[in-house]
Each structure stands twice: as C-alpha cells, then as structure tokens.
Nanobody, 115 residues
Framework: QVQLVESGGGLVQPGGSLRLSCAAS????????MGWYRQAPGKQRELVAA???TTNYADSVKGRFTISRDNAKVYLQMNRLKPEDTAVYYC?????????????WGQGIQVTVSS
C-alpha cells in the first residue's frame, strides 16, 4: 500500500503561483510513476502532469506548470495561474507488481484562482 498526502493548496489571484507537494509513504520502492490530476465540479478527473520515464503535461498547463520529484515526494509548481485552473488537485502514484497496475490517490487539495 501507498499513502499520499498533499499540501500547498489555497487561494491565489490570477497570474499568481502555488507549489503543491505530495509525500508518499508505505511501499514506495515499487512506484513506477507519479503525477497530478485535478477535478472541477461537474467535470471528469483529468491528468495535469505526470512523472515517469518522461514527464508530460496537459496542453492547458504546458509552459506554466512544472512537475518534479525528490525521492518519495512529487511537486507541482504552478505559475501564471488562471481561473480555469480552479479544482481539487489529487496526487497519484502508480505501482506495477506482477504485471498488475495499481493506482493510489491522495485525499485531494483545493486550488482556487480568483480575484
């Protein structure tokens, strides 16, 4: 099992910045990838950024967000934030054991971009 705890969310004005952090614990040595998803009310959860063999980003955040990792932690630096970035952000970790993929999720953290 993997436990994920997010921090760093909050309220910020358009054009501002936030840095999200996620700390993993448990069976961390089998984690193959980590990433960030977000979900706004009435919308599907969507991938924001992923860190595996390579990094990738949603088109809507390219050039503004940066994902990074440091051992069992993953970060999301969010710059030039827009109101449409408002959502609950979830940390994600992927384990593949015996050919079976398992996804683990943090509890979610609110990011609100508003004047």
């Amino acid at each position: 099992q993997v436990q994920l705890v997010e921090s760093g969310g909050g309220l910020v004005q358009p054009g501002g910045s936030l840095r999200l952090s996620c700390a993993a614990s448990g069976s961390i040595f089998s984690i193959k990838a980590m990433g960030w998803y977000r979900q706004a009310p009435g919308k599907q959860r969507e991938l924001v950024a992923a860190y595996g063999d390579t990094t990738n980003y949603a088109d809507s955040v390219k050039g503004r967000f940066t994902i990074s990792r440091d051992n069992a932690k993953v970060y999301l630096q969010m710059n030039r934030l827009k109101p449409e970035d408002t959502a609950v952000y979830y940390c994600n970790a992927v384990r593949i054991v015996g050919g079976v993929r398992n996804d683990y999720w943090g509890q979610g953290i609110q990011v609100t971009v508003s004047s």
